[in-house]
């Protein structure tokens, strides 16, 4: 069986590995050149920083097992932090000072784990997938290549590991009712800015959770485990000032969220020691709850399977858990695996 996988994130990775593991042919694409989604760093000559998620936890028993095999593999650590909470913290947040939460970071940045779990699997990195179409059975995928031009492939079976509206776009002609039902999953924006420091910041923690104004994150990234290069602090802009800032340019929310820094932290940043500024916008960040929802989404009689953290809390773990969740429900799943009559 022939299964395309639609996005390299962890919940992509993760499905991908149970079912090659479990002889099926897989081909995974991913758009950028490199892997973990939101997982991901940016770097520099002079520094690095990470830029999406900024940390992550193991709940469960399953997903701790993994995080240990990163952990011997050098792909992650244990981040401990000074993590204070700014502004009042809402009723049902814990105190991140008394919190005995364990934190873990990819090492040497955040996409380590990604890399690690890719090995052996066939990636086609800055291959973005255009069209969906339900061909012979089974899948038609179009695709840009990394040169640029426009391919297809023949496949049995799609995985789609993307962000939510990312999906639903994707499959809004070839399967409309589940293109539809995926709709109502909304993702919140985030605006990401680094900065980088030739001298360091005076400040007394690593990180803060802000309950007040723009920013809802504040982190030196450089005090994660074998970081690199100068000292960088990474803020990310709260939900609801993302949205109401979407689309500023990149030099309007530095130069806004920087403001916001220096009038919560007291640190007065100036050319001194601020020496490069950089921001992401990310479009399709985090989703609020979907308690109804399955960890993961099989279309049996379509062929075709829908993961992703939206469908399961919206974090590393979650995200990692549902693409092992749909591995399992395409290989429990007795109808799935008759090869295609008309191919
Ligand atoms: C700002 C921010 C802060 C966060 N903080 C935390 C945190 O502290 N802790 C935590 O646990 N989680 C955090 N998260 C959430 C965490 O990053 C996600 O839950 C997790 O990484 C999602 O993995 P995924 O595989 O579901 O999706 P993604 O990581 O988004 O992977 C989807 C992949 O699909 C690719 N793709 C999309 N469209 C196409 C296409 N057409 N063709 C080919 N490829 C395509 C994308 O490039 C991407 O690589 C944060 C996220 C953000 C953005």
């Known amino acids: 069986m022939k299964v395309a996988v639609i996005g390299a994130g962890l919940s992509g990775l993760g499905c991908a590995k149970i079912l090659q593991q479990a002889g099926l042919e897989i081909t995974v694409f991913e758009k950028s050149r490199g892997l973990g989604g939101r997982m991901s760093t940016r770097r520099t000559e002079s520094w690095q920083c990470d830029h999406g998620a900024q940390y992550f936890t193991a709940r469960s028993a399953q997903f701790r097992d993994e995080v240990d095999s990163w952990i011997r593999a050098g792909a992650a650590a244990e981040w401990q932090a000074t993590i204070i909470s700014i502004g009042e913290r809402p009723a049902d947040l814990p105190d991140a000072r008394k919190s005995e939460t364990r934190r873990f970071v990819g090492t040497p940045g955040m996409s380590a784990p990604a890399r690690f779990m890719?090995?052996?699997?066939?990636?086609?990195?800055?291959?973005?997938?255009?069209?969906?179409?339900?061909?012979?059975?089974?899948?038609?995928?179009?695709?840009?290549?990394?040169?640029?031009a426009t391919e297809t492939a023949q496949?049995?079976?799609?995985?789609?590991?993307?962000?939510?509206?990312?999906?639903?776009?994707?499959?809004?002609?070839?399967?409309?009712?589940?293109?539809?039902?995926?709709?109502?999953?909304?993702?919140?924006p985030c605006w990401a800015v680094m900065l980088a420091c030739d001298n360091p910041l005076e400040a007394s923690f690593d990180a803060a959770f802000v309950n007040e104004g723009a920013l809802s994150w504040i982190a030196r990234d450089t005090s994660k485990p074998s970081r690199k290069g100068a000292e960088c602090w990474l803020l990310h802009a709260s939900e609801q000032w993302s949205l109401d800032n979407l689309e500023l340019t990149a030099e309007q929310a530095t130069t806004n969220l920087l403001a916001e820094f220096a009038r919560l932290t007291g640190i007065e940043l100036n050319a001194f020691n601020v020496t490069q500024t950089s921001a992401h916008r990310w479009r399709y960040a985090r989703n609020g709850d979907a308690p109804d929802a399955p960890v993961s989404r099989l279309e049996s009689g379509l062929k075709l399977g829908i993961c992703g953290d939206w469908l399961n809390g919206g974090r590393v773990e979650g995200a990692w858990q549902s693409g092992r969740h749909l591995a399992q429900s395409i290989l429990n799943c007795a109808t799935c695996h008759h090869p295609n009559p008309d191919r």
Request: aromatic share 8%; proline share 5%.
């Open 155 to 188: 496949f049995d079976w799609v995985v789609c590991a993307m962000p939510a509206p990312q999906s639903s776009e994707l499959l809004s002609s070839s399967a409309p009712d589940v293109s539809a039902a995926i709709q109502r999953f909304g993702m919140q």
């Open 118 to 148: 890719a090995q052996g699997l066939n990636i086609k990195s800055q291959c973005r997938v255009q069209t969906l179409q339900r061909r012979g059975g089974g899948w038609l995928l179009g695709y840009q290549s990394a040169n640029g």
